[in-house]
């Protein structure tokens, strides 16, 4: 049985990974099929997902940029509603300080962050004994990935906030060559091995697209074979687009 703590809230799975699927309350992300509300959120949840990941600003190659109040907006709405319905992690993918004030003011478990924390936010997380989500996004393979990482993840752990709470992720399609993402997929042991809960996001990504030759809506098998080799490498987390072939996955998984 695996189990982690998220939050205040420690939770177990009989699968070799916990699933989080993603919701995009944006109109912009790059696979329109994670585009939704509470609506979508709700139907994860019914799949399966044990963390929902919610993001009110698309990071996608050209994204659009919004300001801290449409965020907000978009993302808050959202977690009060799936709050009132779900005892369900939920995890908000923001950069901005002020979303992730309101997001822990409203329930949040998980601070997901696609930049670098300010010593401000980890401060922020810290008090509030929310898990935070630390990020590679820039270029480089795994030996950059992993000394960037293990360095965030120290800062975190310098602010008081606990190991059990800091998750890693190699930011898959932030700012890497495909030989790099490729690179960073094939040594997750090497994240795993820092000791800290090790997430990837590869769902539908640009790297599984050029490995398969398929266009967005035809990545789910080159992701679900990504993600079984993640798995198998170290990592506890998968983000997906696509929970119910995911968790399928994890089931055979567990039984072969």
């Given at each position: 049985m695996l189990e982690l703590t998220f939050g205040n809230k420690k939770i177990t799975t009989e699968l070799p990974a916990f699933v989080m699927g993603i919701v995009n309350a944006t109109p912009d992300s790059f696979y329109d099929g994670s585009r939704g509300g509470l609506e979508r959120a709700l139907e994860l949840v019914e799949q399966g997902a044990q963390i929902i990941d919610i993001g009110g600003e698309s990071t996608r190659p050209g994204f659009t940029p919004v300001s801290d109040e449409e965020e907000i907006e978009r993302v808050i709405p959202l977690l009060c509603g799936l709050r009132k319905k779900s005892d369900v992690i939920v995890s908000i993918d923001t950069t901005k300080t002020k979303v992730m004030k309101a997001a822990i003011e409203n329930g949040a478990d998980i601070i997901n962050n696609v930049?670098?924390?300010t010593d401000e936010e980890l401060e922020l997380c810290k008090n509030a004994g929310v898990s935070v989500i630390v990020m590679h996004h820039t270029?480089?393979?795994s030996k950059e990935i992993v000394e960037y990482l293990t360095a965030q993840a120290n800062r975190c752990l310098k602010t008081g906030i606990p190991q059990e709470?800091?998750?890693i992720d190699p930011g898959i399609g932030f700012g890497k060559t495909f030989?790099?993402?490729v690179?960073?997929?094939k040594n997750t042991e090497k994240l795993a091995a820092t000791g800290f809960t090790t997430l990837m996001a590869l769902s539908r990504?640009?790297?599984i697209g050029q490995i398969t030759g398929r266009e967005v809506h035809q990545?789910?098998?080159g992701t679900l074979a990504a993600d079984i080799i993640s798995v198998q490498k170290g990592a506890k987390i998968i983000r997906v687009h696509d929970v119910?072939?995911?968790i399928d996955t994890l089931k055979v998984m567990k039984f072969l």
């Open positions: 930049g670098e924390f270029s480089g393979g709470k800091i998750i030989e790099q993402n690179d960073a997929i990504k640009s790297s990545r789910l098998a119910s072939e995911a």
